[in-house]
């Protein structure tokens, strides 16, 4: 059967075509337009899925989404988004009616957890921990190639722990949020706080590796907010490895200087945990939705 899986982002949506074989036969991209709304975000879905469904002729396929936030289990509207447009939203009820057919819905971190865990630098694992580093900051837990979610759809949010309570205010109302630290949006946030200057991730990133002082000097603060937070994270889960995606997961500087710091404050006499770069890039999100299809 194939399968047919659709990355909802902040920016854009991508759709991919699956094989039996987890093949890749077709992919799609195209801009979420969120400043249009709702309505508008629910039809750019379905344009998308009646394209990618007729490239198979109609062949029977499993199906599904992967979304900033998760879908509340009590309510069934999305939550935690931040495409805020969509929180509060019956986003799945309302693509099954549009669509004739059942969507399986997870947050886009547990998609992309799912995909490195059975294609990418997962593979093998028992108990994976994927962890997003873009725009926002999430994560997702896959043990024994299985999504948990747990009874609040909220495992592996590791990006809105608070590690400075009276730190930068997050989109979720709460104070010095993982996020607003170590995403590639918080990082960029925190610069322009301190210097005054608006300037994008690569171009900081850039000025690292130049050794320019200040930046030097700023990397370390954000190397040790990534250590503390990740060290929390692996204190609790103690995964068999930690896969690192989104936009500064490119960062190799995570892997030496980033990666010493979480060893500081991990709490065992001995530091054995991998915390690797992903392998399917920016596809391992779509991909994942669709591995995740019903």
């Known amino acids: 059967m194939y399968r047919i899986g659709i990355d909802l982002g902040g920016t854009k949506i991508e759709g991919i075509v699956l094989d039996a074989e987890g093949r890749e036969l077709f992919r799609k991209r195209l801009a979420t337009q969120q400043e249009k709304g709702y309505a508008h ?3 750019r879905i379905k344009g998308l899925y009646d394209e990618l469904a007729a490239g198979i002729q109609g062949a029977p396929h499993t199906f599904g989404i992967g979304t900033p936030g998760a879908v509340s289990p ?3 509207f999305l939550k935690n988004s931040n495409t805020v447009c969509l929180n509060g939203r019956p986003l799945k009820p309302e693509l099954e009616r549009m669509l004739g057919r059942k ?4 947050n886009d ?7 490195e865990a059975l294609f990418g630098a997962g593979k093998g694992r028992k108990l994976v921990f994927g962890v997003i580093m873009g725009t926002g900051c999430g994560g997702g837990i896959v043990y024994q190639n ?3 979610t747990g009874p609040q759809g909220i495992a592996g949010e590791w990006g809105h722990m608070s590690i400075t309570p009276d730190g930068p205010l997050c989109y979720c109302g709460q104070h010095g949020c993982v996020e607003t630290y170590i995403s590639g949006g918080g990082l960029e946030a925190r610069y322009a706080e301190q ?3 608006k ?8 000025d690292y590796y130049a050794g320019k002082s200040k930046t030097v000097a700023f990397m ?5 907010r990534f250590g503390r937070s990740l060290a929390n994270l692996i204190d609790v889960l103690d995964p068999d490895v930690v896969v690192l995606g989104g936009g500064v997961s490119n960062f190799d500087a995570l892997y030496t200087e980033g990666v010493a710091e979480v060893a500081k404050y991990v709490f065992s006499d001995h530091f054995e945990t991998p915390i690797v770069k992903n392998q399917l890039g920016d596809s391992a999100g779509v991909i994942g939705a669709a591995l995740i299809g019903v």
């Open 41 to 43: 975000i629910l039809n």
């Open 74 to 76: 009590r309510t069934g």
């Open 103 to 106: 969507v399986e819905m997870q």
């Open 109 to 115: 971190a547990n998609c992309f957890a799912m995909a």
């Open 146 to 148: 299985e999504v948990i």
């Open 195 to 197: 210097f005054g200057e």
């Open 199 to 206: 300037k994008p991730f690569q171009e900081i990133a850039k």
């Open 220 to 224: 370390k603060i954000f190397f040790r």
